[in-house]
């Protein structure tokens, strides 16, 4: 019986989601689960030094590289197939992925989100635009979502939510930062736990099928 889910965190930035990650993992917050791989479609992302320096394996898939968002998927998936990976974490990873990828690795993929769902979400909002859409329209709490992926963009199943309090005089840079620092960072080691226990436990049952 395997007690690890093997997690692949996906990212095109600065990662300071997959360091929250990597932090709560050496801190023993993840028993369930152990980062085995980050995969970055940005060239020179510094998430990918962040990976280094922990210690786990660090790759770079451009589209640019591949024909077509069809191959940039299918080299993508299958090196989480290779790589026998049980969880795959959308951390800051700025391609949406096709209904075809979703479902070749369905309930197993999950994304954080820096708001409230179903506020503030779906094509084209992400980064400031989400903070910068909320502070228009005048919302006194905002925060952070952990959802699976489907079909529909910031559309799957919520995992976890933590609220964040607007403050007068909020720019959106302020305002994207409190959100990660008092939302995204502690919501997204918690929901990543709670999934791999949640495929640790149907792996086991289904050894016994
Ligand atoms: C975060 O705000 C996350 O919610 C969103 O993209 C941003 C990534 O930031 N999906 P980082 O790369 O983890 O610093």
């Not at 191959?71 to 974490?89: A, H, M, P, T």
């Not at 506020?119 to 903070?131: A, N, W």
């Not at 910031?154 to 909020?170: N, Y």
Request: net charge negative; hydrophobic share 45%; charged share 25%.
């Amino acid at each position: 019986m395997k007690d690890k889910a093997r997690i692949a965190v996906l990212v095109s930035g600065g990662g300071t989601n997959l360091q929250a990650l990597i932090d709560a993992q050496k801190a023993g917050l993840i028993p369930h689960g152990e980062i085995v791989t980050v995969i970055s479609n940005k060239e020179g992302a510094f998430a990918l030094e962040r990976a280094k320096k922990a210690g786990i394996e660090a790759v770079t898939i451009l589209k640019s590289d591949c024909g077509s968002t069809e191959e940039f998927e299918d080299v993508i998936g299958d090196s989480l197939e290779f790589r026998k990976i049980d969880l795959i974490v959308l951390a800051g990873f700025l391609a949406v992925l096709s209904e075809n990828f979703v479902k070749r690795f369905q309930n197993r993929i999950i994304n954080i989100h820096p708001s409230l769902i179903p506020s503030f979400c779906g094509d084209g909002m992400y980064g400031l635009r989400v903070h910068n859409a909320a502070l228009a329209r005048g919302v006194k709490v905002t925060g952070a979502t952990v959802h699976y992926v489907n079909e529909i963009t910031d559309g799957g199943e919520i995992i976890l939510q933590k609220a964040v309090d607007i403050l007068p005089g909020d720019t959106p840079a302020a305002l994207q930062k409190r959100v990660m620092e008092e939302a995204e960072w502690k919501l997204l080691p918690q929901a990543t736990e709670i999934v791999c226990q949640k495929i640790i436990k149907e792996t086991s049952a289904d050894e016994y099928l």
